[in-house]
């Protein structure tokens, strides 16, 4: 399967831990988002990378989140001191360039804060 | 950024053709019109994009209103498969702009064997 494959698929973990979640993309894609999707609602952007660059950050980025994407291949994202409200739905999407080219959306991975 | 306005939902039997509506009355010249899915427990796909024409391909058609301050999203014939959250978004094309999608809710489409 070439999509975009995210891993894990689910995270439960308890308050306060720190969680790491990892997207592969498209193997030619050069742009990679991060959005998270809370129940009932669309996905919200959260950031995105040109090649290993992270060109922008949504406010809805706390600092306890950080996102890296070394070698403009694979990306992971952190979040530090879980809470409650982390509890989402993490999604990432490629896409080869932008304009109007479509994302390629993984399969998301569900986070629990207990 | 402009915004869409879209129905929470819809009903359609199988078979049978459906039309998601969206309007977009301060979507600007520049701004292209953009249509995902989001089937239950998955990420959202593309479905069709759209300037001016009307556009078809091989899951949907697109009709744009002449002034482009509404569209829909035509499916021919709606199958169980077709069960999902349709999203509609304006969206930039110039090679400056980061690109993400805004999502709005959607409307989720039930399709009734």
């Known amino acids: 399967d070439t999509g975009v494959s995210q891993d894990p698929r689910h995270k439960i973990t308890k308050r306060g831990q720190n969680v790491t979640f990892r997207c592969d993309p498209i193997?030619?894609?050069?742009?990679l988002y991060w959005y998270r999707q809370t129940l009932g609602q669309g996905p919200e952007f959260l950031t995105y990378?040109?090649?290993?660059?992270?060109?922008?950050k949504s406010r809805l980025l706390s600092d306890r989140f950080s996102a890296e994407r070394p070698k403009g291949s694979f990306s992971t994202l952190e979040i530090q001191r879980t809470e409650q409200g982390d509890s989402a739905m993490y999604l990432c999407?490629?896409?080869?360039?932008?304009?109007?080219?479509?994302?390629?959306f993984g399969p998301g991975t569900r986070l629990t804060v207990l | 950024d402009a915004k869409t306005t879209q129905p929470n939902s819809m009903e359609s039997n199988e078979e049978e053709p459906v039309h998601l509506p969206c309007n977009h009355s301060t979507i600007s010249g520049t701004d292209y019109i953009h249509w995902y899915r989001q089937l239950p427990s998955q990420g959202p796909e593309y479905v069709i994009h759209?300037?001016?024409s009307n556009v078809n391909n091989r899951m949907a058609s697109l009709a744009i209103a002449e002034d482009r301050k509404s569209s829909t999203l035509i499916l021919h014939r709606a199958t169980l498969r077709d069960a999902a959250v349709y999203y509609c978004i304006l969206r930039l094309h110039y090679g400056g702009s980061q690109g993400n999608l805004i999502f709005g809710k959607g409307t989720k489409l039930s399709v009734k064997p």
């Open positions: 759209g300037l001016t």
């Open positions: 193997s030619e894609h050069n742009r």
């Open positions: 999407a490629s896409s080869l360039g932008t304009g109007a080219h479509e994302q390629f």
């Open positions: 990378f040109q090649n290993e660059a992270q060109l922008e």
